[in-house]
């Protein structure tokens, strides 16, 4: 494989280049090392490590200390793959406390940071990319403004919601992001947004025509069965055969003969 570092300006250049982009979620080192060798270019580590790695009920309970945990992990890996870091729910109301926490993130390891929001978020964007630090976008459903309980659903079915979306999408565009996440869009509606921008649109359940997709790796390999967004097709029921490996040591070492 090309040992060849890829770079948030890489990702910008696969717009109209005529592959798309796979991305996927990671939390820990082993996994980094795997997905970096499997060949995927763009690694999240995503703040939906709360629920899929340290049990919280949604993605507003993790720290920023969490995340430069799990951050350093995969950044000991030494991927080729970009590193990208969510920034964790409460470090983008203020400009000082958002390049602080990016600022923490790239030193633990990140080459690029992602920011839920969009035209609320602009002055962030706008400064952070202002003191070199890369930023990726993230708009429809954004799991840190859902409040409580969630409300996961589609996006972008109501003209006012479609409008809003579309201008987030270009506001982010302007300021200087490198991709956007487009999350639980109308599938047309993402389609438009893909057309109108000039970065990378990196899609999630928003339908096959944005310029990439992006899973949380446990929902593909089928390792978080108790909560499992609609749009996922795992490709492995690696629950199961875990289980299966676990019974069949168990039953080994109680007929006393481990192998």
């Known amino acids: ?17 005529g592959e798309k982009i796979a991305a996927l979620t990671v939390v820990d080192y082993p996994t980094a090392k795997i997905l970096d060798e499997a060949g995927i ?21 993790v720290s920023l200390d969490d995340m430069l945990h799990h951050l350093r992990a995969v950044a000991r890996a030494k991927v080729r793959s970009l590193v990208v870091a969510d920034m964790p729910f409460g470090w983008t109301r203020e400009e000082g406390k958002a390049l602080y926490c990016a600022q923490k993130l790239c030193e633990a390891g990140a080459q690029a940071v992602k920011i839920e929001g969009g035209t609320e978020v602009e002055r962030i964007v706008r400064l952070l990319v202002s003191q070199g630090i890369a930023v990726m976008g993230h708009i429809g459903l954004m799991p840190q403004f859902l409040g409580q309980p969630p409300k ?6 109501e003209d006012k919601e ?19 996440v487009l999350e639980a869009l109308d599938e047309e509606l993402a389609a438009e947004v893909t057309r109108l921008v000039d970065v990378p649109t990196i899609g999630i359940g ?4 944005c310029d990439g997709q992006i899973l949380v790796f446990h929902d593909l ?19 199961s055969l875990i289980k299966e490996a676990v019974r069949a040591y ?8 481990p192998k």
């Open 1 to 17: 494989m090309n040992s060849t570092k890829i770079t948030p300006d890489w990702i910008r250049l696969r717009k109209g280049a």
């Open 41 to 61: 270019p763009l690694l999240l580590v995503g703040d939906s490590l709360g629920m899929v790695a340290l049990g919280y009920e949604d993605t507003t309970k």
């Open 152 to 157: 996961y659903r589609k996006y972008g079915l």
């Open 162 to 180: 479609r409008k809003k979306i579309i201008d987030d999408a270009l506001c982010l565009s302007k300021a200087g992001v490198f991709s956007i």
């Open 206 to 209: 928003s339908g096959k025509c």
């Open 221 to 239: 390999v089928g390792l978080f069965p108790w909560f499992r967004p609609k749009f996922v097709q795992p490709k492995l029921d690696l629950v």
């Open 250 to 257: 168990k039953e080994e070492v109680q007929k006393g003969s």
